[in-house]
């Protein structure tokens, strides 16, 4: 999934598979996602991987990304301000606002997610990259990443009793 603006900062994220992809229990086989990607901010650029999303929270990331797409179109009728999303693991977080014709995206990169030059051992203060995207750029990373994490579904495609 690509969050990058036409200035070439935001993020890009993947799902590189699961933490325990070989575990019996298919509770923890299915639990938890590792998540790479690289971010681009004025100050520098640099990598990531962590055990950071959920099934849950990747399919939440899609959907919520879809809604503020579609409030970001022209006559959609805008969320909230500010749109909030975070996780139970906080290395990721999203804020969004509209900014004329397009949202800003602040995106939140704490703990593992931080840049080299400001490691964090306490969670609370992450890095924000800040990305300007329009809806059509939002939605097609929705869409990105609601592919990707198809892939991961279990079989059956249930996720914790909801039906994909």
Known sequence: ?????????????TV???????????RIRYS????????????????????ALTLDDAVELAEWLRRIAAGAAPGGDS????????????????TATAAAGAV??????DLEFSPPWNRRVAAGEP?????????????????DLGAEVGIFLPPG?????RVR
């Open 32 to 51: 938890w996602l590792v998540i790479a990607g690289t971010a681009n901010s004025p100050e520098g650029n640099w990598s990531f991987r962590w055990q």
């Open 79 to 94: 969320p909230p301000e500010p749109a909030r999303l975070g996780f139970t693991e906080p290395n990721l977080s999203f």
């Open 157 to 161: 495609g249930r996720l914790l009793g």
């Open 127 to 143: 890095t924000v990259v800040t990305a300007r995207l329009g809806a059509a750029e939002l939605t097609t990373a929705a869409e």
């Open 104 to 109: 800003e995206l602040r995106i939140g990169l």
């Open 16 to 26: 590189a598979g699961y933490q325990f992809p070989d575990h019996i229990d298919p």
């Open 1 to 13: 999934m690509r969050l990058i603006d036409s200035d070439g900062y935001g993020v890009e994220l």
